[in-house]
């Protein structure tokens, strides 16, 4: 791995991108950089000759993720002084098209528009969409015969999601599926908040934005959405449908 590639990363960011597992799973917290490293393994396999299909609840989701890609792209251009991006057919904002001829496209998660696809899936969020069951078995069958990967990544949902029965299949070796699981204080550790502020911080100062976090969240939604905990929804003192409203308050999570 390029050294400046491996400076620019977090511990976990990096293993990641070293499993080479044909599904893997990420079970993390909120904003610690994921999707980020996804767009930047997602960049690397298209260069190397794989369509990527990524698929979000949503245009801002899915907005946010093409962002990164470009901006991979462009790191990658500069490390290897080498073209990636086709800028001439990379018009359109959900769509990246590699020199190679290869395509990173985003779209919504809706289970018709997964089917019949060919290549890499990345699915986004998986622990919060309402056909959960029908998106999966519309992309399960990419990677039916180990050709194209499969990428699934979300924070915690409820024991009910179908997100959390494949990573309890995945944590309980039932499958050769390989589980990433990131909690906000594995994320600390391994120097997110380092990233973000662009200097070295003392162990008092990660906790204590730990503890902000937790104070600005509550306790209900610290414990789902940054710490990958379930929540029971026949047990919660909140409803699922009132923590994904605080957590989501500037989108929506209808499909555009």
Same mark, same amino acid.
């Given at each position: 791995?390029?050294?400046?590639?491996?400076? /620019?990363?977090?511990?976990?960011?990096?293993?990641?991108?070293?499993?080479?597992?044909?599904?893997?799973?990420?079970?993390?917290?909120?904003?610690? @950089?994921?999707?980020?490293?996804?767009?930047?393994?997602?960049?690397?396999?298209?260069?190397?000759?794989?369509?990527?299909?990524?698929?979000?609840?949503?245009?801002?989701?899915?907005?946010?993720?093409?962002?990164?890609?470009?901006?991979?792209?462009?790191?990658?251009?500069?490390?290897?002084?080498?073209?990636?991006?086709?800028?001439?057919?990379?018009?359109?904002?959900?769509?990246?098209?590699?020199?190679?001829? #290869?395509?990173?496209?985003?779209?919504?998660?809706?289970?018709?528009?997964?089917?019949? /696809?060919? @290549?890499?899936?990345?699915?986004?969020?998986?622990?919060? #969409?309402?056909?959960?069951?029908?998106?999966?078995?519309?992309?399960?069958?990419?990677?039916?015969?180990?050709?194209?990967?499969?990428?699934?990544?979300?924070?915690?949902?409820?024991?009910?999601?179908?997100?959390?029965?494949?990573?309890?299949?995945?944590?309980?070796?039932?499958?050769?599926?390989?589980?990433?699981?990131?909690?906000?204080?594995?994320?600390? /550790?391994?120097?997110?908040?380092?990233?973000?502020?662009?200097?070295?911080?003392?162990?008092?100062?990660?906790?204590?934005?730990? /503890?902000?976090?937790?104070?600005?969240?509550?306790?209900?939604?610290?414990?789902?959405?940054?710490?990958?905990?379930?929540?029971?929804?026949?047990?919660?003192?909140?409803?699922?449908?009132?923590?994904?409203?605080?957590?989501?308050?500037?989108? @929506?999570?209808?499909?555009?």
């Amino acid at each position: 791995m390029n050294r400046l590639l491996l400076n /620019k990363l977090c511990r976990f960011q990096r293993v990641y991108l070293k499993d080479k597992s044909i599904v893997k799973i990420i079970l993390k917290s909120r904003r610690i @950089g994921a999707t980020w490293i996804q767009a930047c393994e997602d960049v690397r396999d298209c260069f190397n000759g794989m369509d990527v299909w990524f698929f979000s609840i949503n245009k801002s989701a899915v907005d946010e993720y093409m962002r990164y890609v470009r901006e991979w792209a462009g790191f990658f251009e500069k490390v290897t002084k080498k073209r990636f991006i086709d800028r001439l057919r990379s018009k359109r904002a959900l769509t990246v098209t590699l020199i190679n001829g #290869h395509r990173i496209t985003g779209l919504s998660s809706n289970p018709l528009g997964a089917r019949s /696809k060919g @290549g890499k899936v990345v699915w986004d969020e998986a622990a919060h #969409h309402k056909s959960d069951q029908e998106m999966y078995t519309a992309i399960s069958a990419v990677s039916t015969h180990r050709l194209y990967p499969v990428r699934i990544l979300s924070s915690q949902g409820s024991k009910d999601s179908l997100f959390y029965e494949l990573c309890q299949r995945a944590e309980n070796k039932e499958t050769d599926w390989s589980l990433h699981k990131i909690d906000i204080y594995d994320a600390a /550790k391994d120097g997110i908040f380092d990233k973000l502020y662009k200097r070295k911080l003392s162990n008092e100062e990660r906790s204590n934005l730990i /503890k902000a976090i937790k104070i600005d969240v509550g306790e209900a939604i610290f414990e789902q959405e940054f710490c990958c905990n379930p929540v029971d929804s026949s047990v919660a003192w909140l409803s699922i449908d009132l923590i994904k409203s605080a957590i989501n308050c500037d989108y @929506g999570y209808e499909n555009y």
